[in-house]
């Protein structure tokens, strides 16, 4: 398994610690195992993509969407005064 750090609120990283201690276990073990369970199948994994797309739009996604913004409300602007 590769080595990767994540940070997690605090109510959820009290409640993995908790059932992980309950288990004789390590937190590690318990978001791990997660993982695996709730990315098991193709369409949870579709989904979570989906979700991650609108939630966080890919880098130069986002970066099309602010620029388009901008032109749409430069428009705007020159539009304004006329009649």
Same mark, same amino acid.
């Given at each position: 398994?590769?080595?990767?750090? #994540?940070?997690?609120?605090?109510?959820?990283?009290?409640?993995?610690?908790?059932?992980?201690?309950?288990?004789? #276990?390590? #937190?590690?073990?318990? #978001?791990?195992?997660?993982?695996?369970?709730?990315?098991?199948?193709?369409?949870?994994?579709?989904?979570?993509?989906?979700?991650?797309?609108?939630?966080?739009?890919?880098?130069?996604?986002?970066?099309?969407?602010?620029?388009?913004?901008?032109?749409?409300?430069?428009?705007?602007?020159?539009?304004?005064?006329?009649?």
């Amino acid at each position: 398994m590769a080595g990767l750090a #994540v940070s997690l609120p605090e109510k959820w990283s009290q409640f993995l610690k908790r059932l992980a201690d309950g288990h004789g #276990v390590d #937190v590690s073990t318990v #978001v791990s195992e997660l993982c695996e369970w709730v990315f098991s199948d193709f369409d949870s994994k579709l989904e979570f993509d989906v979700w991650l797309d609108r939630a966080y739009p890919p880098k130069r996604q986002g970066e099309e969407e602010a620029r388009d913004a901008g032109e749409e409300a430069s428009e705007e602007e020159g539009t304004e005064g006329r009649i």
